[in-house]
C-alpha cells in the first residue's frame, strides 16, 4: 500500500517532530543516519516536503530541517498527497483491475475496512497528535533505537 517513499517520509517528519525546532534544525546527513534512510533519498524526500510546505528548512551554516507549530498541524495524508501525487488507499490491494464492494477480490472484505480505518486516522489526526500518540507508545522509527521520549511534545 505505502511506498517506501511515504514511509521514509513520515518517518521523517515524525522525527523532526521529536527532535527539531527553528532553533535547532537537522540536516538531511543527520536523518539519514538517525533513521537508517539513504542519504540522496532522505534528502530528496525532505526537499518536496519542504517545497510542498510540510516541513520548514533554511540554508546555510546553520540550516536544516524543523516543524513549526504551522506544519505540525498538517496531517500525514498531506505528506502521502505530495510523495504518491495520488490515492494510496485507492484501488485493490491484490492489483486486480476491478475489485470494489459489489465484485471483491479474495481480500477486499478483509483489507477495505483497514483502509478506511488508516485512511481516516492518517486524514483526522495532525503529524503533532500523531507524533504525542507514537511517543506515548514509545515506539522506535529505527532498528538504531532512536525513539520518542515520554516526556516530549506535549
Request: charged fraction near 25%.
Amino acid at each position: 500500500m505505502l511506498s517506501n517513499a511515504s514511509k521514509y517520509a513520515i518517518r521523517s517528519v515524525l522525527y523532526l517532530a521529536e527532535h527539531s525546532s527553528k532553533s535547532k534544525k537537522l540536516g538531511a546527513k543527520h536523518i539519514s543516519e538517525a533513521l537508517e534512510i539513504p542519504l540522496p533519498f532522505i534528502a530528496k524526500l525532505l526537499q518536496q516536503l519542504s517545497k510542498a510546505k510540510l516541513i520548514s528548512s533554511t540554508k546555510g551554516p546553520r540550516g536544516g530541517f524543523y516543524l513549526t507549530e504551522a506544519n505540525l498541524k498538517n496531517n500525514i495524508c498531506s505528506i502521502l498527497d505530495v510523495i504518491e501525487m495520488g490515492d494510496v488507499f485507492e484501488g485493490c490491494f491484490l492489483g486486480l483491475p476491478q475489485c470494489n464492494d459489489e465484485s471483491p477480490c479474495p481480500v477486499h472484505e478483509i483489507v477495505a475496512p483497514f483502509k478506511e480505518a488508516l485512511l481516516k486516522k492518517f486524514r483526522d489526526q495532525s503529524i503533532k497528535e500523531f507524533a504525542i500518540e507514537v511517543n506515548e507508545k514509545g515506539v522506535y522509527l529505527s532498528l538504531k533505537g532512536f525513539h520518542f521520549s515520554k516526556d516530549s511534545l506535549k
